[in-house]
């Protein structure tokens, strides 16, 4: 077990050789209540002397160093660190080994974390105890928390009690919480369990839900009860929404009451929008009213878009005036959106104007965006320069940016283009690349 193979190591004066590095470790029982003090040391910052930069540039490369030198926690100690560094980059690799020591509270106690290090490897893997001890609060209290991670391992699995320790309110009251874990687990099954108990809401509030828990549970069933109580706006109005769940429940079905009521939107304004879900229900069916009245860009502005979804209704079709009034980006600019959805609807069609002013970053640039339509059209067709302009990613870009991707639109195949536009992960991935440098790999392929 991981606290009892410490607990010798943490309690007595030994001294650690770790696996033929060219230092040790003396552990002794007074590091570990320093853990328990502010991490913050009176040691001032200094600029590395040019040795030691030298010596951990060589260790994990330039761009790593200026991190690790900009770190407060390290710089300010840097000269004793080196021997963790040159042990940490040769046994984990430069990455794992800048992540802990970027951290001030490993920094400060780092002689005392190795062996702590060593054990979470074993157990859980490098990947799992390097972002444990990446942060401070686990560092300043892993002598209390280690004996709970093992508790918790046994029962729930470790990698499902390492996602409950990534949460910053659970790892300050682990010990506390060992026998709700326990009940939860029993009562709704391990995932649902810790699902719970990584939200902030039903945490906050954990003494007066799990009453209501019981009740939702046995009358809306497991599941349902665990998608509205990991919902924070939920769970911050419990008592007041329980009722209003029964009359849903009734008028539009027990998914759509679920559903409604784990909108933040809705929620938060559900007095007010009662009377509005038999409205709409009517006029568009459970479905559209529903997504409708889970966005909260329309519960916000809900008095002034009603007629709004009247005039769209009959202009463009209710299943695209539901399409756009269930964006938040149309509904909070929808009056001055309104004709330019007639312009795009004459030039280009309904459909491909809905497209268009359902992607958020097209509505807040339309003006802009459109000035660039004609040369995108001219080069790609229309169909492409509707698919470039529509997707978020694009349309986001920056002057620089728009300027890179014309001159490689200009350069590519049009079909190639499109392979590029796959998806939104591999537009993602082009932009981060850079246009510009797509371009130069481009050209340079083609003359192969």
């Given at each position: 077990m991981?606290?009892?193979?410490?607990?010798?190591?943490?309690?007595?004066?030994?001294?650690?050789?770790l696996?033929?590095?060219?230092?040790?470790?003396?552990?002794?029982?007074?590091?570990?209540?320093?853990?328990?003090?502010?991490?913050?040391?009176?040691?001032?910052h200094?600029?590395?002397?040019?040795?030691?930069?030298?010596?951990?540039v060589?260790?994990?490369?330039?761009?790593?160093?200026?991190?690790?030198?900009?770190?407060?926690?390290?710089?300010?100690?840097?000269?004793?660190?080196?021997?963790?560094?040159?042990?940490?980059?040769?046994?984990?690799?430069?990455?794992?080994?800048?992540?802990?020591?970027?951290?001030?509270?490993?920094?400060?106690?780092?002689?005392?974390?190795?062996?702590?290090?060593?054990?979470?490897?074993?157990?859980?893997?490098?990947?799992?105890?390097?972002?444990?001890?990446?942060?401070?609060?686990?560092?300043?209290?892993?002598?209390?928390?280690?004996?709970?991670?093992?508790?918790?391992?046994?029962?729930?699995?470790?990698?499902?009690?390492?996602?409950?320790?990534?949460?910053?309110?659970?790892?300050?009251?682990?010990?506390?919480?060992?026998?709700?874990?326990?009940?939860?687990?029993?009562?709704?099954?391990?995932?649902?369990?810790?699902?719970?108990?990584?939200?902030?809401?039903?945490?906050?509030?954990l003494?007066?839900?799990?009453?209501?828990?019981?009740?939702?549970?046995?009358?809306?069933?497991?599941?349902?009860?665990?998608?509205?109580?990991?919902?924070?706006?939920?769970?911050?109005?419990?008592?007041?929404l329980?009722?209003?769940?029964?009359?849903?429940?009734e008028?539009?079905?027990?998914?759509?009451?679920?559903?409604?009521?784990?909108?933040?939107?809705?929620?938060a304004?559900?007095?007010?929008?009662?009377?509005?879900?038999t409205?709409?229900?009517?006029?568009l069916?459970?479905?559209?009213?529903?997504?409708?009245?889970?966005?909260?860009?329309?519960?916000?502005?809900?008095?002034?878009?009603?007629?709004?979804?009247?005039?769209?209704?009959k202009?463009?079709?209710?299943?695209?005036?539901?399409?756009?009034?269930?964006?938040?980006?149309?509904?909070?600019?929808?009056?001055?959106?309104?004709?330019?959805?007639?312009?795009?609807?004459?030039?280009?069609?309904?459909?491909?104007?809905?497209?268009?002013?359902?992607?958020?970053?097209?509505?807040?640039?339309?003006?802009?965006?459109?000035?660039?339509f004609?040369?995108?059209?001219?080069?790609?067709?229309?169909?492409?320069?509707?698919?470039?302009?529509?997707?978020?990613?694009?349309?986001?870009?920056?002057?620089?940016?728009?300027?890179?991707?014309?001159?490689?639109?200009?350069?590519?195949?049009?079909?190639?283009?499109?392979?590029?536009?796959?998806?939104?992960?591999?537009?993602?991935?082009?932009?981060?690349?850079?246009?510009?440098?797509?371009?130069?790999?481009?050209r340079?392929?083609?003359?192969?």
């Amino acid at each position: 077990m991981l606290a009892r193979c410490l607990r010798p190591a943490i309690h007595t004066r030994i001294s650690i050789n770790l696996r033929g590095t060219p230092f040790s470790i003396v552990f002794s029982r007074d590091v570990w209540p320093s853990m328990h003090r502010h991490l913050a040391t009176s040691t001032t910052h200094r600029a590395a002397s040019p040795a030691i930069r030298k010596t951990v540039v060589q260790l994990v490369g330039e761009d790593s160093a200026d991190k690790l030198l900009s770190t407060k926690g390290f710089a300010s100690r840097a000269a004793a660190l080196l021997p963790t560094l040159n042990h940490l980059t040769h046994k984990i690799g430069a990455k794992n080994a800048v992540q802990l020591l970027s951290t001030n509270g490993f920094c400060a106690h780092h002689k005392a974390l190795l062996p702590v290090f060593e054990a979470l490897s074993e157990k859980l893997g490098t990947e799992a105890a390097v972002a444990f001890l990446s942060k401070d609060r686990f560092c300043a209290r892993a002598d209390t928390l280690l004996p709970v991670l093992d508790t918790l391992s046994d029962k729930i699995g470790t990698k499902l009690a390492v996602s409950l320790f990534s949460k910053y309110r659970f790892c300050a009251d682990a010990e506390s919480l060992v026998p709700v874990v326990c009940t939860l687990c029993e009562k709704l099954g391990t995932e649902s369990a810790v699902r719970l108990l990584s939200s902030t809401g039903f945490y906050a509030h954990l003494d007066a839900l799990l009453p209501v828990l019981d009740v939702l549970s046995e009358k809306f069933g497991v599941k349902n009860a665990v998608a509205l109580l990991s919902k924070d706006s939920f769970c911050a109005r419990a008592d007041s929404l329980l009722p209003v769940l029964d009359v849903l429940s009734e008028e539009l079905g027990m998914e759509s009451a679920v559903a409604l009521l784990s909108a933040d939107g809705f929620s938060a304004k559900h007095e007010a929008l009662l009377p509005v879900v038999t409205t709409l229900s009517e006029k568009l069916g459970t479905k559209s009213a529903v997504k409708l009245l889970s966005s909260s860009g329309f519960c916000a502005h809900f008095k002034t878009l009603l007629p709004i979804l009247d005039a769209l209704s009959k202009s463009v079709g209710a299943k695209s005036a539901v399409a756009l009034l269930s964006r938040d980006s149309f509904c909070s600019r929808a009056e001055s959106l309104l004709p330019v959805l007639d312009r795009l609807s004459d030039q280009l069609g309904t459909i491909s104007a809905v497209r268009l002013l359902s992607c958020g970053s097209f509505c807040a640039r339309v003006e802009e965006l459109m000035a660039k339509f004609p040369e995108i059209q001219s080069i790609l067709g229309e169909k492409a320069a509707i698919r470039v302009l529509s997707n978020g990613s694009l349309a986001s870009m920056d002057a620089a940016q728009w300027r890179e991707f014309m001159d490689f639109i200009r350069l590519a195949q049009p079909d190639d283009v499109m392979s590029y536009l796959g998806s939104p992960v591999t537009v993602s991935k082009y932009k981060k690349v850079g246009w510009g440098k797509c371009a130069e790999l481009y050209r340079d392929a083609s003359q192969l």
